[in-house]
């Protein structure tokens, strides 16, 4: 079946504009989150939703980043008044917690370039 | 405070060798799990090791737990030159499970032919 996926794969915007990412989870799996990922360095939790709600967005970094989901399914990030430390690849994923099984999948990212 | 911490930062072998990854992390988790990642791209989920278990296998992979030292390994053994990419662990906390997923800053392998 489908993997998940995410839109734009690559983003280049200016300083100050919103830009917002999409991410498709597979179908089914109740849980999505949010990374962030420097250029050589690890992932970054940003935000985790169980079906529409997100009981953590402790790692959002700052008011300028929002995420929403709707139908349990698709989600966005967006952010505001990009700054060029916004620039990173920003990873999603979902995970189905069915069984206890947490084992999460990963799209393929979307580049953010902030000029 | 980061939760995952992975020892080495890099890691070059030769083929046919074994790498050993490390991990540790700092609270009381209920899993540990250990990423692939390559190229900078999507991660690949390679293993998943509970609380109270002490060793897995998947293939030419060995995850060992220690609860106690608040630690994990990964072994790859006969390595081949495609198993070159970064390794990470993730682990959950105690309290929120399968919540906030923390994951170290990697291990990058290098498999020379």
């Known amino acids: 079946g489908a993997g998940v996926s995410q839109s734009p794969s690559n983003k280049v915007t200016e300083k100050g504009k919103d830009v917002e990412l999409r991410c498709d989870p597979i179908?089914?799996?109740?849980?999505l989150y949010w990374y962030r990922q420097s250029l050589g360095q690890g992932l970054e939790f940003l935000i985790y939703?169980?079906?529409?709600?997100?009981?953590?967005k402790s790692g959002l970094p700052s008011d300028r980043f929002s995420a929403e989901r709707t139908g349990g399914s698709v989600s966005t990030l967006t952010i505001q008044r990009t700054q060029q430390e916004d620039s990173a690849v920003y990873l999603c994923?979902?995970?189905?917690?069915?069984?206890?099984?947490?084992?999460?999948?990963f799209g393929p990212g979307t580049r953010l370039t902030v000029t | 405070s980061q939760q995952g911490e992975e020892d080495p930062q890099a890691l070059s072998i030769q083929e046919g060798e074994n790498a050993t990854m490390n991990c540790s992390y700092k609270?009381?988790?209920?899993?540990l799990q250990w990423y692939r990642q390559n190229s900078g791209r999507g991660l690949v989920h390679l293993i998943l090791?509970?609380?109270?278990?002490r060793e897995k296998h998947s293939g030419r992979l060995r995850v060992t737990l220690d609860t106690s030292k608040k630690s994990s390994s990964l072994l790859i053994t006969a390595s081949r030159a495609a198993d070159t990419a970064s390794y990470f662990c993730?682990?959950?906390?105690?309290?929120?499970?399968?919540?906030?997923?923390?994951f170290g800053p990697g291990t990058r392998l290098s498999v020379l032919p």
């Open positions: 994923a979902s995970s189905s917690q069915v069984t206890s099984s947490y084992e999460q999948y």
């Open positions: 179908s089914g799996h109740t849980a």
């Open positions: 939703f169980q079906g529409n709600s997100a009981p953590d």
């Open positions: 609270t009381s988790i209920n899993n």
């Open positions: 090791i509970r609380s109270n278990e």
């Open positions: 993730a682990t959950d906390d105690q309290d929120n499970y399968g919540q906030n997923f923390v």
